[in-house]
């Protein structure tokens, strides 16, 4: 059989899920139905701050078909805590005493059917008192700005966010500071210092599928979650926590996800659902349709301020950054965001006097949480853009310039922790090869090219445990936390397993997350599962591989040394050739049956952030390195942009499934060029102007370029499995500041503020050729 078929290392073979779901027999949650089940509509808030004076319930509960209507009152009866959140506990179930952004649900219609349930929506009356709200972050910071929190709970769910504490009696949520060096000195010691500020709006993740749950209470107290999630442990202990129950009590189960991108994290929906399937005593289905993704997640919206330090022959010297983070009502993660993406803000690049101030700002937005890239896009897109800016005003070729202060293997970076194993000069060349910088005009269109090259830290600390099963026949089963939507995470889990006991793909199966079977997992999210879950699983099989090993040396009387896997069996290398089939071992040492476990066990370890200047010797257990070249077209008449050439390469220190990688890149590509061009929330005193895929525009294939590449650099780690890194957001690193920057050397106008519509580019040229 050839290696692309048996699933080894570095082979591309069909996807496991990949029948399932080009047949339509995949499930996702939202498919499940059980016994009794009822469905549920949401009545939310269309105030951005208010008190909530009271609810009037009784003509939607003598609907036809109406179980229940539920408000914050009636879930103290089954819920020990009202708020949950992984950074603070500042969310509630059902808002209670106050709205604090449109869209905020405020109670719930349970009934026989979603008709019945959403017909009822407008029967409910909520009297509210109009409250001032602060919709920018830089103005929520303002003293007398009105508070959204009087105060919040630290979480503590996370030991990196253990530590973190909001500023009493202000908006701010966190602020994270970074000293290296003395940066006045710095800037006082250089030839040209530049300031520009770049902005980004609130984007939306638009998974094909948006989040459903549904909750099944058992005779036995225990309760079933099935849910769209990307973080099951998460949803286990936080729903035990808020309803009081001990974890063994919670089960969550995850079918595929038909999208997650980070809007699926933490908990959405999973806790209206498990209460009300507790207070009513039946299945309770929760759905979103996909307006309401609106109101449950954004991308933050941010304002960078970058002011930085050169000399004359291109060194940088000293660069101060301040970083406005729109996290909304509720902080999600966004502490975490703020922190780790933060401390990036000043680029891959060696920086000797650093000042970075990064500020996570509750405002009366929907709340802004995880998103692809995890924040790092909003900083790429200003301080990638400002390295143009900065080579143009010394004259210098910005591909040149960029090579000049790339930080290298054993550069400290701005936290002190010293760089290893990333690829930056790597992926900055690979782009800089296929896309060479160039230039033209063809009577009003402008054409143009424009790179960039952006970092990320992986998610550290962070944990995955894993258990692979050998059973009779000597197939195999793999037991592990992370979640399969579309990354391809199951296809390459069962390749790294086929590939430690020599057997096919097709002999490995990798189950859903179930959290009564699965082991913990810290999430499926931030490029880390291919690194962490990956060696978990690996060692996994390891474990297996040695008890087989084990009992062949009995079966073959041969010393272990001597003996290998390979072919679903083990061989004796030495002498007559003698090997027993896996199912043979497995027969001879059970009798009639049995099944050998594996276990493995991987955690990223950091070091504690000095709290006033940000500095760790080992903040992070790895970098990711991706840059990306554009050739743009810009009609000089209209604005107007398209992008027929777009290259992105990646450092993935090895390429386990290159067809996947390839992939990954091109779609994270794909997904930040229409952010780039065409995707931003509009808001105006807090209510949202383009809630749906009407008003609210994202790129189509009409749009998309003509030739996208993808470019797989290999820097390997080794620490990860087989040098593996991992994959799933390098691609949307560095896409906008590329374009921009493209349409900066074709027009000479510098946009600084995304996305990048006409009006704006038009703008950038007339300030130009002023």
């Not at 493995?600 to 070249?629: C, I």
């Not at 931003?680 to 003509?706: H, R, S």
Request: charged share 20%; aromatic share 6%.
């Amino acid at each position: 059989m050839a290696d692309d078929q048996r699933g080894t290392i570095g082979t591309s073979p069909p996807r496991t899920d990949g029948l399932a779901k080009v047949t339509g027999s995949a499930s996702y949650a939202r498919h499940l139905r059980v016994p009794g089940m009822v469905h549920t509509a949401l009545v939310r808030s269309d105030r951005p701050h208010a008190r909530v004076l009271a609810i009037k319930c009784d003509a939607a509960s003598r609907a036809p078909g109406v179980v229940a209507v539920v408000t914050a009152a009636d879930l103290r009866r089954v819920v020990r805590h009202l708020h949950h959140g992984p950074a603070f506990r500042d969310q509630p179930i059902l808002a209670a005493e106050k709205v604090r952004h449109v869209g905020e649900p405020v109670a719930a219609i349970v009934a026989e059917t979603p008709a019945a349930a959403h017909a009822a929506l407008p029967m409910v009356e909520v009297v509210y008192e109009d409250l001032p709200g602060v919709f920018d972050p830089v103005e929520a910071m303002q003293p007398g700005a009105p508070l959204v929190h009087e105060r919040v709970e630290p979480a503590g769910s996370f030991a990196d966010l253990r530590g973190l504490e909001p500023a009493a009696g202000t908006n701010v949520c966190l602020h994270f500071r970074l000293r290296r060096g003395d940066v006045q000195a710095g800037l006082r010691s250089v030839d040209v210092i530049v300031e520009e500020a770049f902005t980004t709006p609130a984007t939306q993740h638009l998974p094909m599928e948006p989040h459903a749950t549904l909750a099944i209470p058992g005779a036995d107290g225990r309760l079933i979650i099935w849910s769209s999630t990307q973080s099951p442990s998460f949803v286990r202990s936080e729903l035990a926590y808020l309803l009081g129950l001990p974890e063994h009590a919670v089960d969550v189960r995850v079918p595929y996800l038909g999208g997650g991108y980070g809007a699926k994290l933490y908990v959405k929906l999973e806790a209206i659902a498990a209460a009300l399937a507790l207070l009513i005593r039946r299945p309770v289905a929760v759905h979103n349709a996909l307006e309401d993704l609106f109101y449950t997640l954004n991308r933050h919206a941010t304002r960078t301020v970058i002011r930085s330090g050169v000399t004359r022959d291109g060194r940088l010297m000293a660069r101060q950054v301040q970083v406005y983070w729109d996290t909304g009502a509720y902080a999600d993660i966004g502490p975490r965001i703020c922190q780790k993406s933060g401390y990036t803000a000043t680029g891959p690049y060696r920086i000797p006097h650093v000042s970075i101030d990064s500020y996570c700002v509750y405002t009366h937005h929907p709340p802004a949480g995880a998103f692809r890239g995890f924040g790092i896009p909003q900083l790429v897109w200003a301080y990638e853009s400002h390295t143009d800016t900065l080579a143009r005003r010394l004259a210098l070729d910005p591909l040149e310039f960029r090579r000049r202060n790339l930080l290298r293997s054993g550069d400290p970076q701005a936290t002190g922790t010293v760089m290893q194993h990333a690829g930056f000069v790597e992926v900055l060349d690979a782009v800089a090869q296929r896309l060479p910088f160039a230039r033209s005009r063809s009577g009003h269109v402008a054409r143009g090219v424009g790179m960039a090259v952006g970092m990320k830290a992986v998610l550290t600390p962070s944990t995955s445990l894993a258990t692979v099963h050998m059973y009779g026949d000597g197939s195999v089963g793999v037991a592990a936390g992370t979640v399969e939507m579309g990354q391809g995470a199951e296809t390459v889990l069962g390749q790294i397993v086929a590939t430690e006991l020599g057997v096919p793909l097709h002999h490995v199966r990798v189950l859903h997350p179930d959290t009564d079977v699965t082991p913990f997992d810290t999430l499926t999210a931030g490029s880390r599962s291919t690194f962490h879950m990956g060696n978990a699983v690996r060692r996994a099989a390891e474990d297996v591989r040695l008890q087989l090993l084990d009992r062949a040396t009995r079966l073959l009387e041969a010393p272990l040394d001597v003996l290998a896997v390979e072919d679903g069996g083990v061989v004796s290398r030495e002498g007559p050739r003698r090997a027993l089939t896996f199912r043979e071992i497995m027969e001879r040492t059970f009798g009639q049956g049995g099944t050998l476990v594996g276990r493995g066990e991987h955690r990223g370890h950091a070091k504690h952030l000095d709290p006033a200047t940000g500095q760790s010797d080992q903040v992070t257990a790895f970098w990711f390195a991706g840059a990306a070249a554009a050739e743009v077209e810009v009609d000089t008449g209209t604005g107007e942009v398209r992008v027929p050439r777009l290259v992105c390469a990646a450092d993935v220190g090895k390429a386990l499934h290159p067809r996947l990688v390839e992939g990954q890149i091109r779609g994270a590509a794909v997904m930040q060029l229409s952010q780039t061009l065409f995707e931003a929330v509009a808001t105006q005193d807090g209510q949202l102007l383009n809630p749906n895929l009407i008003d609210y525009k994202a790129l189509t294939t009409a749009e998309a370029p003509e030739r996208l590449e993808a470019v797989i650099v290999e820097v390997p780690h080794p620490d990860g499995p087989y040098g593996a890194k991992g994959v799933g957001e390098t691609g949307v690193f560095a896409v906008a500041p590329a374009v921009a920057n493209a349409i900066a050397n074709a027009t000479g106008g510098r946009p600084r503020d995304l996305p990048l519509t006409p009006e704006r580019i038009l703008q950038s040229i007339r300030e130009a050729d002023a």
